[in-house]
């Protein structure tokens, strides 16, 4: 069956380090994958997408990588602040001629103490 | 600048009790979608619009119905609401091939 796991367990972090996400998957074999950040009580925000010929992707603070062979994206935040902290999601896409339809991964927590 | 509008932002019904949630969109996008999400949970998407056409995923339950009447508006109908039912409802849009737009999201509560 097709699963899309993160991490459930909340990542603690110091302020200033790199925090870095995990996002496994199986029995998909996507076009691209976006992460998106969710705040309590808010709807999911999309920071990134990256396709499956892209190894990496950045922006600003954000760095994802893509790895189809082990199945795996990872999401770095480099120095990370307290208002990085949040809930982060994974989707993967199955696009199809109904739309872009995405399948989220349960969402990691990350909390950064000052 | 609000571009995807949920209402309202929290809705208490009774259980067994019909109920509407409504979603625009200012972005002009051809797909709207809607999800459900429990607490520490995945969003569990229901069904989505592209366009006119609608497409029910295989497991959303036939007490949830969904009515699209032009392209900025959305309404997620709850024909019979049960104590499962509570969670948060997203909307989202996007176009074919984008990152989705999420509204703040309407949290429902059934007593």
């Known amino acids: 069956s097709q699963k899309i796991e993160q991490n459930s367990e909340a990542l603690n972090i110091q302020e200033g380090k790199t925090a870095t996400l995990t996002c496994n998957y199986t029995?998909?074999?996507?076009?691209?994958l976006q992460w998106y950040r969710q705040d309590p009580g808010r709807g999911p925000v999309f920071l990134l997408l990256?396709?499956?010929?892209?190894k990496e992707k950045r922006k600003e603070r954000l760095k994802v990588t893509f790895d189809t062979t082990l199945k795996q994206s990872l999401f770095h935040i480099t120095a990370s602040q307290p208002a990085d902290s949040a809930t982060y999601l994974c989707?993967?896409?199955?696009?199809?001629?109904?739309?872009?339809?995405?399948?989220f991964g349960g969402g990691t927590r990350l909390m950064v103490k000052p | 600048d609000a571009m995807v509008i949920q209402n309202p932002r929290y809705q208490v019904t009774q259980f067994g009790k019909p109920v509407t949630l409504s979603c625009s969109q200012t972005?002009?996008?051809?797909?709207m979608y809607w999800y459900q999400q429990k607490s520490s949970q995945a969003p569990k998407l229901l069904f989505h619009?592209?366009?006119?056409?609608?497409?029910n995923e295989a497991d959303t339950p036939d007490n949830f119905q969904s009515r699209r009447p032009n392209t900025s508006f959305c309404f997620l109908d709850i024909r019979s609401p049960g104590l499962g039912d509570a969670a948060m409802y997203l909307c989202?849009?996007?176009?074919?091939?984008?990152?989705?737009?999420f509204g703040p999201g309407t949290r429902l509560t059934v007593l």
């Open positions: 989202a849009t996007s176009t074919r091939e984008s990152e989705q737009f």
């Open positions: 029995n998909y074999s996507p076009a691209y």
């Open positions: 990256i396709r499956e010929n892209e």
């Open positions: 989707a993967l896409d199955h696009n199809n001629n109904a739309g872009n339809m995405l399948t």
């Open positions: 972005l002009n996008h051809n797909v």
């Open positions: 619009y592209y366009d006119k056409d609608f497409n």
